[in-house]
């Protein structure tokens, strides 16, 4: 619990920054605030101060949208009411917000923003790196600037700086999970901005599992009727805890206007007692099995078509690139009591696999994960390259955890793992020139209680790594698995600050970071998570 004032926890962590300064005597840290810290940033004296002067300027139509986000965001606590306008002519007091194709050096996301006591201006090749610039801004100005009302008595000065900076990694994701504790609409907006506001860009939603099936699904209303309604992990008996098509279709506008992209999670063939709940006859013998991660019964035709079904509406719903499958810690017993499943089970295992196709043994300590065995995983790869061509043929690249290696991709699959068992698991799929996101349990499971610095140090990218793999590491991302946060402040408490350690390993380069100089920064940021409601974790 969080059950110390900001003041005491903000000098903890003060004294913790100096000892650490102390103990690893880094280069004197600069005077830079920001999380995720920036590529490069030069500070001088004086400041360019907002006042009702001040316009923003968007120098495209493709950014009309950023200014007015802009705008919305400066004006609660300044009181100001910015104009945006598209006009070239700049007079004193403005904040310019402009696209330049030729600074390919910024790559998609990277930006450039100057600030000089006449104004400031952002620059960036795409709208997205424009917006990472604004939340860049945003860390500029004092934390009350997140106050949604107006704040008394405080001028608004900008530092005199400049800043060059672009992401490390393309993927920078959150997982949260509604399956096991629902999450309302708006606390999964409220998550959204908190993402933004560290340029975190994915938010993977784990809508399903044994304990409540979350997304509406037309062709199979049971799903919601029954599947949402089942008790949820702390035994809560359900209420109709789901999202509408719309609902969802709300949530993705509003990610989208902050340059996240929503990556849904259906779970097959484990994970799925909420399916077997609502229609009992997708099991082994036609019934749900009991017990934990209850998986589908794969050797019926009527299985691949339902799953096939349910992921066509989702595709139709989400606009993501990735549509995560889980395919994670199918328990063998009831596949292996199963008069269907049984016997394919045995057939597989007495042939070698395909020749196109190529399956990674991930070799992990004991306690992460299901033990392996080859009659699953077999059993398992045959559904899930099915899975893997469907979403494929649909323009969709399918995203697994780990054990997808384990039952073998087809080479020339799009498909990418997520890797939660270790560093095995990320060099397996460089192996096969796959891009794979690196989510290891337990330094990057927020629902434990890792010490910060652990979460800060870990290198996604593996030692010895050769040059030519690195390039697969697609990104990092943080799991909040939802079995012991029935409340959005249980939430907020695991989430933060260990979430901000991540955002800046997915955002700064691997030199840019040090523990020490994050601890200092740290101290600002979570005075902005005061003013924001975030309940943090000391």
Known sequence: MRNVSASVLIGSLLLAGQNLLMAVEPTK??????????????????????????????????????????????????????????SWFTPSGGIILKLDDSREDLGEEGYLLRCTPKGVTITAT??????????????????EIEQ???????EWIVPSVLV????RFKWRGYLLDPARHFRTKEEIKRYIELLALQKMNILQLHLTDDQGWRVEIKKYPKLVEIGARLPNYGGKKG??????????????????????????????????????????????????????????????DTTLEFATNVLD???????????????????????????KCK?????LVGIPLPADVTAFRVKVPAGQGLPFHEDVARFQGEFIRRIDRHLAARGRQMVGWDEILDGGLKTGSPAV???????????GAAVQKRDVVVAPHPVYYLDNNIPLQSTYVYEPVPTNFPAGQKKHVLGVQACMWGERTSSQQRVDEQSFPRLCAIAETGWTTREGRDFADFSVRLVRFLERLDMLGVKYRR
Not at 126 to 143: N, S
Not at 148 to 154: A, H, N
Not at 320 to 339: Q, Y
Not at 417 to 427: E, F, I, L, T
């Open 164 to 167: 060059e900076d672009r992401p």
């Open 239 to 300: 209420e109709g805890w789901f999202y509408s098509q719309e609902d969802i279709k709300e949530i993705i506008r509003y990610a989208s206007e902050r340059y996240v992209t929503v990556v849904p999670e259906i779970e097959i063939p484990g994970h799925s007692g909420a399916v077997l709940a609502s229609y009992p006859e997708l099991g082994c013998g036609g019934k749900h099995p009991g017990g934990w991660s209850a998986p589908l019964c794969i050797a019926q």
């Open 29 to 86: 840290p600069s005077p830079c605030q920001i999380i995720p810290k920036p590529l490069k940033a030069e500070y001088q004296e004086g400041g360019y101060k907002l006042t009702e002067k001040t316009v923003i300027h968007a120098r495209s139509a493709k950014l009309k949208d950023t200014g007015r986000y802009l705008a919305e965001l400066l004006g609660p606590a300044t009181g100001l009411k910015p104009e945006i306008t598209s």
């Open 343 to 347: 016997p394919l089970m045995d057939k």
């Open 148 to 154: 949604r009302q107006k704040v008394e008595g405080r």
């Open 126 to 143: 795409t709208p997205a790196g424009v917006f990472y610039g604004i939340q860049t801004l945003r860390q500029l100005l004092p934390p």
């Open 313 to 339: 509406e989702v595709i139709a719903l989400f606009p993501s690139p990735f549509i995560h499958v889980g395919a994670d810690e199918v328990p063998p017993g009831p596949w292996r009591a199963c008069l």
């Open 417 to 427: 793992p997520m890797a939660w068992r270790g560093d095995g698991a990320v060099q």
